[in-house]
């Protein structure tokens, strides 16, 4: 099939990146720098309080920062440009500076050891390089099969000649008028647009599902404090430009309702999975490492090759910043200020 069903993919690799630190979790505590000590009950319940504190905050925050795009921006506007360029800033960081580092210190863990793949081996880079490849071919395959499945639909309502030729006049083309109804291998814009809009939200919600489960086994206050504020701002920011591309994809309000909720719900459900495995979890077990260090490399390739190919080439070949050069200076800045403030973040998460 040319189209999948977007609820069970996101709920299948959600399956795919829980499921096994679940089963990880079974693993013993104290295992390569586990955590041994045992919290009081009193310790227990604040953390509590602010891990579901933290659930809200951050629920909030992707709700509000993909539906300011959505439903506060015109796409035609030029400032709806500058908006994309921020977006593509801050998806560009979140795959380099947050997504790629955390993948690496993962997979080069001492915890792990260092058998073969494990040693010297970047495996990182190799699992990032083959999400970015994947992603290509994902969207070269179904922008095609759309393209063919468009084309063999026009082509049955064409007349056919009686000496099995095709009617020229029944083409529908006009070449003295200097326009053509028949150019079907033309992508269709829209159609390409969801498509990339959907591989961008699965590379973000892989990662949404992680850092949220990072913060929801996290043991004390100190620890909960600055992912709390830092994974807030982030869900905020990766919010806002998810929000760009769903706009431009102009998708219908019942996928968008799904797409955001699917994204805003992703890193608040890690927590929850995190909190009711926070007492067996251990982080630093070699099955839990291979796990997250595999997804966010994943991830971060997705993310990086959708940012640079889709959203920061669009912008800046775009005809109206080619032809100005106050458009073409606005969204350098805006991508700047973008990817620096996501970077910014990674001082605290």
């Known amino acids: 099939m040319c189209c999948f069903s977007k609820p069970l993919l996101v709920a299948f690799v959600f399956l795919l990146v829980t499921l096994p630190l679940l089963v990880s979790a079974t693993e013993v505590i104290n295992e390569c720098g586990g955590s041994s000590g045992r919290a009081s009950a009193a310790e227990k319940e604040t953390v509590l309080k602010y891990k579901i504190g933290a659930f809200f905050s951050i629920l909030v925050a992707g709700v509000f920062g993909v539906c300011l795009p959505i439903f506060g921006l015109k796409s035609e506007s030029n400032f709806f440009m500058f908006v994309k360029a921020f977006a593509a800033g801050v998806i560009l960081a979140t795959g380099f500076v947050h997504i790629l580092p955390d993948a690496t210190e993962s997979l080069k863990s001492p915890c792990i050891g260092e058998e073969p793949p494990w040693g010297n081996f970047p495996m990182t880079g190799l699992v990032a390089m083959a999400g970015a ?160 260090g595999f997804f966010n490399a994943a991830a971060a390739g997705i993310l990086i090759y959708m940012a640079l190919v889709d959203l920061v080439a669009p912008v800046f070949m775009n005809h109206k910043a080619q032809s100005s050069m106050k458009i073409q200076l606005a969204c350098s800045f805006s991508l700047v200020l973008g990817a620096g403030l996501m970077s910014l973040l990674a001082v605290w998460a």
């Open 133 to 292: 490849i994947l992603t290509m071919l994902i969207e070269s395959f179904a922008s095609g099969c759309l393209n063919r499945s468009r084309l063999e639909k026009e082509a049955k309502t064409l007349p056919v000649s009686t000496d099995g030729g095709m009617e020229v006049g029944s083409a529908h083309t006009h070449a003295s008028q200097g326009h053509s109804h028949g150019s079907f291998l033309v992508p269709q814009d829209d159609l390409r647009k969801r498509i990339v809009t959907q591989i961008l939200e699965l590379g973000i919600v892989v990662h949404s599902v992680i850092i949220g489960i990072s913060l929801g086994v996290s043991p004390s206050v100190s620890t909960i404090k600055p992912l709390l504020a830092a994974i807030t701002f982030h869900q905020l920011f990766e919010g806002f430009g998810l929000g760009g591309c769903i706009s431009e994809a102009k998708f219908g309000v019942k996928k968008i309702w799904i797409m955001l909720l699917y994204f805003a719900l992703t890193a608040p459900a890690g927590i929850g999975i995190g909190i009711g495995v926070a007492e067996i979890y251990n982080e630093n077990s070699p099955m839990a490492l291979k796990v997250s």
